[in-house]
């Protein structure tokens, strides 16, 4: 028992101090070996930065934005054609377009400001990118008119595009009461319907031109009775024709506009004269203003198409305007 007393205190110091010993060396060991990789680690984590950075570099696509040309015509009208141009989404236009009548007479009904005149008031909006809708409503037989432009293509500014093309249609409907110089039997026998595909190209910053195929139908047109009481038709429901306009800005805000339609179709009687038209445009932020001679005296573009009989050769031409004004949502 007194044998046990002497040794048992000693052995847990000297653990303590061999513990200590270890615990020592142990941490220098990690201090060394954390110096030592340190700078490695960095210098290897720098290298495989680098490496990273420039093959991100080297394999990234180069992704171009299309850029459009802008302001290839001014508005919706040249005169009496439409543009390739849509507005932007969330626009909406109101318009007021305005024939007098010819000038043939002189000064008896003052060059046809003191004739019957025409006049329509249209009404459009965007609801989505490249679509624009409308409906307008005119005295000339009462007409009214459902409308829709679409921008199929659009030309761009590094040329990988190098026009503008368009759709424009509309169906119309004669609202007069039937009697007896109507042509109405069914409700069909009121709509006529015009199509028409507009390609343009913006040559410069003061040129552009567009062409516009087109094509007029009509559900009924008026006939005759031959001498075997056979019903002939005067015109065909279908015309064929297509359309020159152009633009040359002369300033900022103003511009040269003129228009040359040419009928294709051929019909048993009464063809239908050419559209000639030039005159002035001027531009304001909300508004544009066209003022022009012309012999074109309907706003209704199928009725020119098929029976426009104003040769302007004759002197069979008018004096006409179109306002429009744009407000943006």
Same mark, same amino acid.
């Given at each position: 028992m007194k044998k046990q007393n002497i040794y048992s205190p000693a052995i847990p110091v000297f653990a303590r101090v061999c513990l200590l010993i270890v615990l020592c060396c142990s941490l /220098?060991? $990690? !201090?060394?070996q954390d110096t030592k990789a340190k700078p490695a680690t960095e210098k290897k984590t720098n290298v495989k930065g680098a490496a990273a950075a420039k093959d991100t570099t080297a394999d990234a696509p180069v992704i171009k934005k299309k850029s459009y040309v802008k302001n290839t015509f001014e508005g919706n009208y040249l005169i009496d054609e439409q543009? $390739?141009? $849509? =507005? !932007?989404?969330?626009? *909406?236009? *109101? @318009?007021? %377009?305005?024939? *007098?009548g010819t000038v043939e007479h002189g000064s008896t009904d003052l060059f046809g400001i003191f004739a019957s005149a025409t006049m329509r008031l249209g009404f459009s909006y965007t609801p989505v990118t490249n679509l624009q809708v409308g409906f307008g409503a005119t005295n000339e037989k009462m007409q009214v008119d459902w409308n829709l432009k679409y921008a199929i293509l659009k030309q761009t500014k590094d040329g990988s595009m190098p026009i503008s093309v368009t759709y424009y249609g509309n169906a119309a409907m004669d609202t007069r009461k039937k009697d007896n110089t109507t042509l109405f039997v069914t409700t069909s026998d009121r709509f006529s319907f015009f199509n028409q595909l507009i390609i343009a190209r913006k040559f410069s910053e003061n040129l552009s031109l567009e062409v516009s195929p087109n094509i007029s139908h009509f559900n009924n047109l008026q006939g005759y009775q031959d001498a075997s009481g056979n019903v002939m038709p005067i015109l065909k429901n279908d015309n064929v024709a297509v359309s020159f306009s152009g633009r040359y800005k002369i300033s900022d805000g103003s511009a040269l506009i003129a228009s040359y339609? %040419?009928?294709?179709?051929?019909?048993?009687? #009464?063809?239908?004269? =050419? /559209?000639? +038209?030039?005159? !002035?445009?001027?531009?304001?932020? /909300?508004? @544009?203003?066209?003022i022009f001679v012309g #012999?074109? +005296?309907?706003? !209704? =573009? %199928? #009725?020119?198409? $098929?029976?426009?009989?104003? @040769?302007?050769?004759? /002197? %069979?031409?008018?004096?006409?305007?179109?306002? +429009?004004?744009l407000w943006n949502f």
């Open positions: /220098g060991n $990690v !201090i060394a543009t $390739v141009m $849509v =507005p !932007i989404k969330g626009t *909406f236009e *109101f @318009d007021i %377009q305005h024939r *007098f339609a %040419q009928p294709l179709t051929q019909n048993p009687a #009464n063809n239908p004269h =050419p /559209g000639i +038209s030039f005159g !002035i445009e001027m531009k304001t932020s /909300g508004h @544009d203003f066209e #012999n074109y +005296s309907s706003l !209704i =573009p %199928q #009725n020119n198409y $098929v029976f426009n009989q104003n @040769d302007f050769k004759k /002197g %069979q031409f008018l004096i006409g305007f179109n306002i +429009s004004r």
